[in-house]
Each structure stands twice: as C-alpha cells, then as structure tokens.
C-alpha cells in the first residue's frame, strides 16, 4: 500500500480535497446570491452578467487562467493591492488556486441553484408575504428550502468539477507539491515521467470517485423528489 | 363606515384600469366581473402585490399614496390564492404557524385553536400538503391566512379552482367566516351563483372600471345593470322564520312585502335566512283567486318596468307589496304573455314563484 499510495500522492490528495472544499464554499457564498438575483431581477443587465458567470463554459482553460495570471500578478494594479491585502502574492500559492478556481467553476454552481430560484415561482413566495415575512425571511424560509435540490446538485458539480480541474490551475499555480500540485497535475506529472503505474492508481481513484459522487447525488434527489410527491 | 377607500389607476394589459371605490367595516364585498376585467389586479394591488398609481386608506392609515407605498408584508392583510398557495417543503401545522409566528398578538393559542376548530384542521396538522385534497388544501391556505390576524382578508377566486364537490365542502367554512368574524372579506369572483351565496356588498366592475357597487340585493334587481340581462338573473332577499307547519313540512318565512313558503324546515323561529328567486322562475298574473292553483308562492306586486330580453322574452322589475314598499322580484316571462296581458309599469299583479332556493345558512344582519 505505502508503496502504490506514497507521501507524495497522499499531499496531492489532501491538496486537492482542501482545495475542492474550500472552493465549495466560496462557490456557495457567492453563487446563491449571484443565482438569486439572476432568478429575480427582471432588470436587462442580468443577462449581461449572467453571460459573464457562463463564459468559463466555453472558454479554454488555459485562457482563463493566462488572464487570471497577469490580472493577479503582483505587477498589476489588482494584484499587487490584493498581494497587499494577504501579505503574499496570488499566483503561484494556494490563494491563487481557490481563485481561478471559483471563478472557473461558477457557472456550474450558479445553473442548477438558479434554475431551482426559477422553478419555485411566485406563487409561495408572494404568500410568504401576505403572511408578513420580509423579504429576507421569505428567502431564508422559503426559497433557500425549495432550492434544496439545485444547491446540492450545485455543490456536488461545483466540487467535482474543481476536484477534476486541470488548465486553470497548471496556468495560475504551475506545479508546487505541497502548495498548488492537485491530483490532475500529479497524474500528468507521471504520465511525462512514464509513472504508469502511480497515476493508474490516481487516475482510477478519480474514475470512483466521480462515480459515486454522480450516483450518489442521483440516489439522493431521487429521494427529495419522491418525499415531495408523497 | 366605510374603513377602506381605494383609488387605482393604471395600464392593465390594453385597457386602462381607473376604478375608486370604498369597503364596508363588515361583511363580504365581491369585486364581480367577466374575465380580465381587473378585478384579481385590483385585489393584487390592495395586498401590495401588484403596483398601481393611487391611494389606498384603510382606517385612516395610508398604505399607498403618491409618496409611499407599503410593502406587501408589512399590509396586515390575509390573502387567499385561487391554488391555495401552501409552502411545499412545510407541514399543514407549519404552513399554518407561518403567518402566526410572525405577527405580535396576545392570546396565540386562543386563535389557533380558535381556527383550527371554527375550519376543522385538527385532523390534518401532520399531513405534507402534496397528501391533500384540494379542498383540504383551500381550508388550510384559509386557516394560515386567519392565523396572522389580518385586518381585510382577499379572497381571489378560492373556489374556482375546485371541482364541484370540494366546493360545497368548502362553501360551509367560508359563510361561517361571514358569520364569526369581524373583519371585512373582499372577495373576487366571475360566478355570480357563488357571489350570491356569499356576499353582502358587490362592486361590479367592466374593462377595469366600477360600473356599480352597493349591497347585492340592490344590485342584482338594479335595471340599469348589466346583471339583470344574465341568462340566470336572480334576486336575494332576506327574510325571518315565522311558522313551520309540521303537517306538510313547510316554512312561512317573512321578506320585506310578502311572505314566502320554503318546503324545507329551517328551525328556529325568528332566524334569518338568505333566499334566491331565478327570474325565470317567476310568472306573473293580472287576478288571482285562492284556491285556483297550485302554486304555494303568490305575492302581490307592483310593476316598476319592464325591458325586453332577446326575441322572446322580457324582463319585468317589480316591487312586493300594494304599495311598492318591499323587496324587489325579477320575472321572465314572454312578450307574448306581456301584450295579452296588457302588462304596464305601475300595474298591480300576482307575482307567480314557482321555487324559492334557500342559501345554505342562516346569515346575519347585514350592518351585524
């Protein structure tokens, strides 16, 4: 086992897991409001910025995160504040890493939860208010519950997707073991170093996990879908 | 007496919605019209939901003028939707805390267990809503808009989206509500039969303007109103238990101008009733002798005028009572019958009824 699982993929692991979470959460943060008010404004900016959150679909890697490199670098305007601010530049560290990978993961996150606002309608909504409840309450009480389905589909492909990202981070963090070496860049690491065998086990290691993940998010919204028809 | 005057005006679609009108301290006012007529935009606006030029005053307090507008939830409004609306995710109890868990009063327990009783709910409090009918699912939006003490409750359509039987199971609750509570109802509606069991005020509305609005007895018989010309044109009256007559099972009951006689027993002496009479259920005869047919209901009448109704028919507008003094009657009966008859305004004749339809339960006085 020490030998098929060394320190060395185990830090990689361990990176990637932190990274994937700490990301999750970022994701969450940002994108529930982000999704809300795309699900709710009626106004016709929303569709520029919800072009905005989508591009990362379509955009290469690589692209992303050259732009992401020269907007942080301790050079630039943004990045040397930023570099200011966390006592360390962005590019090149972990920082950076959660960054790129926020931003190259958003669209993923903000979709499902945004489709989920839209599905509820107005109808429970305007009855929470007839009720009394303040804008606020209404979305803690109503809409964050009946979003339930599309926030965890959010996460788990919010998650998934950071834990599988590859471009973006070999362009804003390079190959740092320890600092910014994710499991995708260690695979790749010992494909170039002709370690078949080490990243057969990180690469099949990924294949299960994407697959228990992806069957287990099924399991559960099948669940909360046939709770709600009951 | 009137607690709450409205003012809206505003583009509706492709006409123009300008409409004023006031609400009595009690009772159920329905705002009755066609279809997209603006009457559910004008309820939408009252609970702050839709936005239209005006001036709401209720009790003397503005919740919209030119320079503020009072948000929905803070509106101490109970509003009930046409799909009753309950939160998917939330429990019947939950749903109907909701409201009751927000709103400051002494004595919670005392209304809940006020309302759950008066809508029957006890039963169903740990059921999901997706596991209930949808009458059961209409009481419960009914008991959770009750539960957060609202000073006017809305009412758009709340039966309209039932099949017949959930209906009548429904109906019973909302004349009850009539009867216990103290708060004003304003009721939207575009089926007249239903209006007529439960109103006591109506404001007629067309292409978003109030062409009339008053108590709906006044309104039912007024000549000038498009109501009259309607296929089942009716009239309400009110009127107290004299007699039963156990023999035959009849009750006498007495209406301003007459007395009537209801082949049902309607219990204790003295309680009000609600009546309709279908206009063509009425005939009319110059002279009448007792005895000479089978009719129980022969009222003396006056003709107020008469209209025209299609090829065949008219419409007579009469008044109870050798003096015009009392309710008013609508009959339908044939031109022909009207010419040979020599039928003019002013005449005295029999009013012929051949059914009287008794309106579920007794009702209370309308200024009760």
């Known amino acids: ?230 | 007496m009137s607690r709450f005057e409205a003012k809206l005006k505003g583009r509706l679609g492709n006409f123009l919605v300008d409409v004023s009108f006031t609400i009595p301290h009690t009772g159920i006012t329905a705002l009755f019209g066609p279809s997209g007529c603006g009457k559910t935009t004008i309820l939408r606006c009252i609970a702050g939901l839709t936005q239209l030029e005006g001036n709401l005053v209720v009790d003397g307090k503005s919740w919209q003028d030119s320079s503020n507008f009072l948000p929905t939830h803070r509106r101490p409004i109970g509003y009930v939707f046409q799909d009753a609306n309950l939160f998917p995710h939330l429990s019947v109890r939950k749903n109907l805390e909701y409201g009751l868990k927000r709103i400051q009063i002494p004595r919670k327990n005392q209304l809940w267990e006020e309302i759950t009783e008066m809508l029957g709910l006890e039963a169903l409090l740990d059921r999901e809503p997706s596991k209930l009918s949808g009458g059961e699912k209409q009481r419960v939006a009914i008991g959770r808009a009750l539960l957060s003490a609202p000073e006017i409750i809305l009412m758009d359509e709340p039966l309209s989206a039932l099949d017949r039987f959930s209906r009548m199971e429904i109906l019973p609750y909302l004349q009850r509500l009539h009867l216990d509570l103290k708060v004003p109802i304003v009721y939207v509606s575009h089926d007249l039969h239903e209006v007529e069991q439960l109103a006591d005020w109506m404001i007629l509305l067309e292409r978003g303007h109030v062409i009339a609005q008053g108590s709906i007895s006044s309104l039912l018989a007024n000549p000038q109103l498009p109501l009259v010309g309607l296929p089942e044109a009716a009239v309400i009256l009110e009127g107290g238990m004299q007699f039963f007559d156990s023999t035959y099972c009849l009750s006498l009951i007495a209406v301003n101008g007459g007395f009537l006689t209801l082949s049902q027993d309607l219990g204790v002496i003295g309680s009000r009733h609600r009546l309709r009479i279908l206009a063509r259920e009425v005939g009319i005869a110059k002279s009448w002798r007792d005895g000479d047919a089978s009719f129980l209901n022969v009222l003396s009448a006056i003709i107020m005028d008469i209209q025209p109704f299609g090829e065949q028919q008219a419409t007579v507008f009469l008044r109870l009572g050798k003096k015009a003094h009392g309710d008013a009657l609508l009959a339908r009966i044939t031109r022909k019958s009207c010419d040979v008859l020599q039928l003019k305004k002013g005449d005295e004749v029999k009013a012929l009824i051949k059914s009287v339809g008794l309106v579920s339960i007794p009702t209370v006085n309308q200024d009760g």
């Open chain 1, 1 to 230: 086992m020490s030998e098929l699982f060394d320190a060395e993929m185990w830090e990689a692991t361990k990176l990637t897991l932190r990274l994937a979470f700490v990301t999750t959460l970022l994701l969450l943060i940002l994108g529930i409001p982000i999704a809300w008010w795309l699900a709710r404004s009626k106004s016709f900016i929303k569709e520029i910025i919800g072009t905005f959150v989508a591009l990362p679909l379509v955009l290469p890697p690589t692209v992303l995160g050259f732009y992401l490199l020269l907007l942080l670098s301790p050079q630039g305007n943004l990045g040397s504040w930023l570099s200011e601010v966390f006592g360390s530049p962005f590019p090149f560290s972990f920082k950076g890493l959660v960054v790129g990978s926020v931003i190259y993961s958003l669209p993923f996150v903000v979709q499902p939860i945004r489709n989920s606002f839209e599905a509820i309608g107005d109808h429970s909504l305007e009855a929470a208010a007839s009720l009394r409840a303040s804008p606020f309450d209404v979305f803690f009480s109503i809409a964050l519950p009946l979003a339930r389905p599309g926030i965890l589909t959010g996460s788990v492909l919010g998650f998934a997707h950071t834990v599988g990202e590859f471009g973006v981070i070999l362009m804003l963090g390079g190959n740092i073991p320890g600092e910014t070496k994710v499991l995708s860049v260690a695979i790749y690491d010992y494909v170039e170093s002709l370690q078949w065998e080490k990243a057969h086990v990180l690469a099949a290691g990924m294949i299960g996990f994407a697959f228990c993940v992806i069957l287990s998010t099924t399991l559960i919204e099948r669940h909360w879908r046939k709770k709600s028809n009951e």
